[in-house]
């Protein structure tokens, strides 16, 4: 008999979270439009906290009224400022962590970190709620550069995921058309969805973050016949592309959050 296929969620359920939840608080969007971005990610939702525990209501009060949110994409060898602790174990795991400061909205600094984590499938998101044994600046963004900046280095970063995927001999074994349709399907899963907001750079750096992570993510697909020498060849600098969208990613999300709750 054969093993059932493993449907993976969505990319990016906890940015999405995040930044929707933040709108909700500007009155930006209305909590239904929250409970259905969330069912965009996966058809029930279960919440496993510290204190609570429930379902998608339970997750839009978690990130109700707390002082500060900031999203953070860690991964290993760059832990986005994440200290250690298991927090940052479970968010490496992830790929992406929402840190919550639950103090009332004045508060400022450091402190024990509420972090929530989402992992699932389509069919069921099961959220995490873990407290952080130590303290975290929630309040501080996670890229040292403006975001302008990033937006001009991804801009860059396009081109040159474009040059080095078509320096790949076994692109070749694929139809143009095919390549297209690939890529622009691995983008739009890559995408973020936000919600009415103010700040066109955001989309433009998200965009490009989503392009190029497609396009890394189209060179490691085996049925495009790359092989593991030209892979490997290119390997290093895809790293280090992947490396600059998580940073304008999340950069993007928590200029979008802090521009909503000023």
Known sequence: MST???????????????VWAAARDAHRCA?????????????????????????????????????????????????Q???????????????????IDPRPRTAAGPVDALALIARGTPERCRWTLLRSRTPIAVDRL??????????YQLREAVSEAAQIIAGLSGMRSSSPADLR???A??????????PPHDNPRVDRV???AAQIDAIVALAGTSSIGVTGVQHDLADDRFRALTALTRTARTAAI????VDYRR
């Open 4 to 18: 059932p296929e493993i449907t993976m969620m969505r990319a990016w359920p906890t940015a999405t979270l995040a």
């Open 31 to 79: 909590p239904d439009d929250v409970l259905h971005t969330l069912h965009d990610f996966a058809q029930a939702h279960e919440l496993d906290g510290v204190d609570e525990s429930g379902d998608a209501l339970a997750v839009l009060d978690a990130v109700a009224g707390n002082a500060h949110l900031a999203v953070r994409l860690p991964a290993p060898g760059d832990a």
């Open 81 to 99: 400022g994440l200290p250690p602790d298991p927090i940052t174990d479970a968010a490496m795991a992830a790929g992406e962590v929402l840190l």
């Open 142 to 151: 996670s890229a040292d550069l403006p975001l302008g900046d990033l937006e």
């Open 181 to 183: 349709d690939a890529l």
């Open 185 to 194: 399907a691995m983008t739009q899963a890559r995408r973020v969805d936000l």
């Open 206 to 208: 998200l965009a490009s």
């Open 254 to 257: 928590n200029t979008c959050i």
